[in-house]
């Protein structure tokens, strides 16, 4: 549901926190 949010997130995320996107794709 709340996917859309961590969608757009993930792309801050991936370069701010590479080690918290370990369970993301």
Known sequence: MMF???SAQ???I???YP???SFLP
């Open 14 to 16: 991936h370069f701010r």
């Open 4 to 6: 859309t949010t961590l």
């Open 10 to 12: 993930s792309n801050t």
């Open 19 to 21: 080690t918290n996107t």
